[in-house]
């Protein structure tokens, strides 16, 4: 009978959700969720029946000496590690991260040198002007208004000679490549592969450009990490320096919100 039973099909009874006059309400708190708040307030409660129990029962003869070491702000238990170590100690530590920070900030510097004389920086202008009308590049419409700046003018006789005027044979390249303004090679150095393009796709070129632009990206990323551990081997070498003894003043604060400190000068006997 027992298969029998099993054999017969049950409805699947789902849980309801909430009612549209209690959506305000938030959602429908389900059993599962009803389970896991009932077993977190009790864990909660059964910690704090242990605490009040050992409270209750502890030793009020019992000391040691963490008693009056520490102490807390705003109930939050602070501890005084700097105590255990000397003063002179502290210098030394904070001396070799130092170094390690300005051998960093060598090497990021060194990378940095490296791209800049591996890339030909653009302007964003020259960028702008790849897709400008010839004539405009040219700066042949003389009567309109005048050429944008950086603008390559080239100057003719008359007027014949700006409608017949041909930029690519004009500077020795191909005609794919008379809007650039950097790394324009000519026809004869084209023709031996000098610079090694085979041929002159755009697609190449385009990808070209794309990984140009990767670069001058991480060239600015590195430029601004640079700065970053600058700032940051600055401040250290601040703190190093109130370390030291002598008496000192602070006059203000620099350029990038870091304390300045005068020192008194020290007699030396």
């Given at each position: 009978m027992s298969s029998l039973r099993n054999a017969v099909h049950r409805r699947n009874h789902k849980e309801r959700s909430q009612p549209l006059s209690r959506?305000?309400?938030g959602l429908l708190e389900k059993k599962k969720d009803y389970v896991a708040r009932a077993r977190d307030y009790h864990s909660k409660q059964d910690r704090l029946k242990a605490m009040r129990e050992k409270a209750a029962f502890r030793n009020?003869?019992?000391?040691?000496?963490?008693?009056?070491?520490?102490?807390?702000?705003?109930?939050?238990?602070?501890?005084?590690?700097?105590?255990?170590?000397?003063?002179?100690?502290?210098?030394?530590?904070?001396?070799?991260d130092l170094n390690y920070?300005?051998?960093?900030?060598?090497?990021?510097?060194k990378r940095i040198e490296r791209m800049q004389q591996g890339l030909i920086l653009l302007d964003d202008e020259a960028r702008?002007?790849?897709?400008?009308?010839?004539?405009?590049?040219?700066?042949?419409?003389?009567?309109k208004a005048g050429p944008k700046?950086?603008?390559?003018?080239?100057?003719?006789?008359?007027?014949?000679?700006?409608?017949?005027?041909?930029?690519a044979k004009h500077f020795d390249t191909a005609p794919e490549l008379v809007h650039r303004k950097f790394n324009r090679p000519r026809t004869s150095q084209l023709?031996?592969?000098?610079?090694?393009?085979?041929?002159?796709?755009?697609?190449?070129?385009?990808?070209?450009?794309?990984?140009?632009?990767?670069?001058?990206?991480?060239?600015?990323?590195?430029?601004?990490?640079?700065?970053?551990?600058?700032?940051?081997?600055q401040e250290m070498s601040l703190r190093k320096n109130l370390m030291s003894k002598g008496r000192r003043k602070k006059i203000g604060v620099d350029k990038d919100g870091l304390a300045k400190y005068k020192w008194k000068a020290d007699r030396k006997k």
């Open positions: 959506q305000k309400f009020p003869d019992e000391f040691y000496f963490k008693m009056i070491n520490t102490r807390t702000n705003e109930g939050v238990h602070i501890t005084e590690r700097n105590e255990k170590f000397s003063n002179d100690f502290l210098k030394l530590l904070k001396t070799q920070i300005t051998q960093q900030r060598d090497i990021g510097r702008a002007e790849e897709d400008e009308d010839m004539d405009e590049y040219m700066g042949a419409s003389s009567s700046s950086k603008n390559h003018i080239v100057f003719v006789d008359n007027e014949e000679e700006v409608k017949t005027f041909d930029p023709t031996k592969e000098i610079v090694g393009v085979s041929s002159l796709d755009k697609a190449e070129i385009k990808a070209a450009a794309k990984e140009r632009e990767r670069s001058l990206k991480e060239l600015a990323s590195r430029m601004e990490r640079e700065e970053t551990v600058s700032k940051l081997e």
